[in-house]
């Protein structure tokens, strides 16, 4: 009955692979959000999806793209994967109001 | 350059005593402030949230306050348990919680001491 669920929790990969992360909510949430934590342990928004349009994407890199196959789903694809990429990735969704958070995908790129 | 500010990178408080977190905010767009409560290994845990209409929001234990004049809001949890030992981000959002992300502090490390 997780409320917002990420795979994988850990990612270990390359530099230059693409990988996926995939995120999924059961609140019924009409928006849906990736956010970065880096290492200095400041969290960042990086997109938001509103009935599978994109609202925001925060000066993040191209090689990073959202993908929405339906409103409960929102999959972080990132292709070509830099040694700066290394972080914790956040998945959230809302109503309105305060955003619910997922537990987290650790990113290794080495 | 950061529109929400924590300064205080940790607070240690004896177990029963009030704990106070402070954030400071720059943006006088922002007309919806939360705040979270955060474990390792685990994502952000929404605790209590505020409209910039009003100035004080209750919910059991936590109280936040907001000074809109100052660009200040606190946290306020009282009595402290040993459970509420974790990061707390302050954060701030300027489309009324709406689809805008949220603007996040550094976050204040919590320690409840027995």
């Known amino acids: 009955d997780t409320a917002v669920s990420q795979t994988p929790k850990y990612l270990v990969t390359q530099m230059g692979n693409d990988k996926s992360i995939k995120c999924e909510q059961n609140l019924g949430h009409d928006t849906m959000y990736w956010y970065k934590q880096d290492s200095k342990k400041f969290l960042k928004i990086m997109f938001s999806y509103n009935n599978k349009e994109l609202i925001i994407n925060e000066t993040v890199p191209n090689r990073f793209s959202p993908k929405s196959p339906d409103k409960a789903h929102l999959n972080l694809h990132i292709n070509s994967l830099e040694l700066g990429d290394s972080a914790v990735y956040f998945c959230?969704?809302?109503?309105?109001?305060?955003?619910?958070f997922g537990p987290g995908t650790r990113l290794t790129v080495l | 350059d950061q529109q929400v500010k924590q300064n205080s990178p940790s607070l240690s408080v004896q177990e029963g005593r009030i704990s106070i977190l402070n954030c400071d905010y720059t943006?006088?767009?922002?007309?919806?402030f939360l705040w979270y409560k955060k474990y390792p290994a685990e994502g952000p845990t929404f605790l209590i949230s505020?409209?910039?209409?009003?100035d004080k929001n209750e919910d059991g234990r936590f109280t936040v306050f907001l000074n809109k004049s100052a660009k200040h809001l606190s946290l306020h949890i009282v009595p402290s348990q040993p459970g509420d030992s974790a990061v707390y981000f302050c954060?701030?959002?300027?489309?009324?919680?709406?689809?805008?992300?949220?603007?996040f502090g550094k976050g204040t490390h919590l320690i409840i001491q027995p």
């Open positions: 943006n006088s767009m922002f007309d919806y």
């Open positions: 959230a969704s809302s109503l309105g109001g305060g955003q619910f």
């Open positions: 505020i409209s910039s209409i009003k």
């Open positions: 954060a701030a959002s300027a489309a009324g919680g709406g689809a805008d992300g949220l603007t």
